[in-house]
């Protein structure tokens, strides 16, 4: 008799506001997952990145549209990333902001709370639900929004925890990476030389765009509930972070000043977030700041799985390439490896331990870039790429090629070598 292997079969998902910058993310991520995913948004942009027939224009405002639209598609988890954030559009349009992110909303929880077989709602919430003055706010903190918007989204935390069981209340904060207003402005100013004026004096933990993704991903597939703060782990200023952007891309810091918000400022002092209970529940991968800017820069590559609990960790270091010869390399300190390039062959260096400045020079494009890494780090140096390590402190890594190296034929070339 042949026993048949029961497959699981992954809920279908529903994104509201898809054409926004974490909806879209957040698509594409649980798409590369396997989930079936369907994009609602009020304008159907084409870089939602989802295939026409999985895209459905809708206004959450509009109760019939919406309804109809979640009536036809019957989602088991609707994510709710859609609303009005912009902190002075809300305070100078009271209205908007309430048809937007309270009755939209409202819309979306009385569709679920009408159905027979009631999906999960993922609501994306924010750190200005608390009211700034202290920071390290947790989840059973009790929300005292100053700001409209904040006022708002508490509102809809309210709606959706008095009416349905089977929700999960994200509260985030300042995601970057790929995107988001304040990384974009401060990554492109500091990366075209220009002077900007960035508020010392507000605090908050920024979030990594790929550690929410990840952290939203494993909640849907524990079927998560209640109210969680997925948030990085590192309270800055706005200040601090602009200035560990123009350090991890080798940018002066002079043109970054230091300013105070003016009174009556609608920014948070300290909306940090403690998220120490999401880290303990998943035992994922959360980078720290400077980390995750190398990532979003191309200096280095994130692990594509990691988990961690009382028996240690597992980290999946590289995956998708095909590497031919694998080796181990120790480098006493102050010695300097490489300051070669290769014209097919692929290399990849995962870090045990020490510290090595990288430098790479684009050989067709002569552009340059230098970063410093160390246990744990991995990238990639693409043909054409002169490669040179100086090591810092004792270092230990294992190199990976795309091809083997053939002593008849060597991959490997010196600067100026024809």
Known sequence: MMEAEAT???????????????????????????????????????????????????????????????SRILPDIVVHTAGLSDLKKCESSHELALRTNVEG???????????????????????????????????????????????????????????L???????????????????????ESIAEGREIEVFCDVQSTPTYIDYLLDCLGRLIEQ??????????????????????????????????RPVRQPPGGLISKDSSLNSEYVRKLLGNYSPTIEKSLHYCFGDLIAPYFY??????????????????????????????????YHRQTVEGFYIIGGSINVSLLNMTGNS??????????????EPNTLHTFEVLQEARWINMLSKAMNEQARDVYRDGEG
Not at 10 to 32: D, E, F, H, S, V
Not at 370 to 376: D, H, I, L, P
Request: aromatic share 10%; proline share 4%; hydrophobic share 35%.
């Open 8 to 70: 699981m079969v992954k809920p279908r998902i529903a994104i509201t506001g898809c054409a926004g910058y974490i909806g879209r993310n957040l698509g594409i991520y649980l798409q590369k997952k396997g989930y079936s995913v369907c994009g609602i948004d009020n304008r159907l942009s084409p870089t939602s990145d989802l295939p026409p027939d999985k895209l459905c224009q809708a206004d959450i405002t509009n109760p019939e549209a919406i309804q109809s639209v979640l």
């Open 105 to 163: 909303t409202r819309n979306i929880v009385n569709w679920i709370r009408d159905m027979a077989q009631k999906p999960k709602l993922l609501f994306m919430s924010t750190d200005y639900v608390f009211d700034g003055e202290r920071g390290d706010y947790a989840e059973d903190d009790v929300p005292n929004p100053q700001t409209f918007y904040g006022k708002t989204k508490a509102t809809s935390e309210n709606d959706i925890a008095s009416s």
């Open 165 to 187: 069981d089977n929700y999960i209340i994200c509260r985030s904060a300042g995601v970057y990476g790929r995107g988001g207003n304040f990384f974009k402005f401060v990554s």
């Open 223 to 256: 079927d998560f509930r209640g109210v969680i703060h997925v948030a990085g782990r590192e309270r800055v200023s706005r200040y601090e972070f602009a200035l560990a952007v123009a350090e991890v891309l080798g940018r002066s810091t002079a043109h970054v």
């Open 307 to 340: 988990f961690s609990d009382d028996r240690g960790r597992l980290v999946g270091v590289t995956q998708g390439r095909k590497w031919e010869e694998v080796n181990y390399v120790e480098s006493a300190q102050g010695s300097v490896r490489g300051n070669h």
């Open 368 to 381: 340059k870039r230098e970063f410093r890494v160390g246990a744990g780090d991995f990238f990639v140096v």
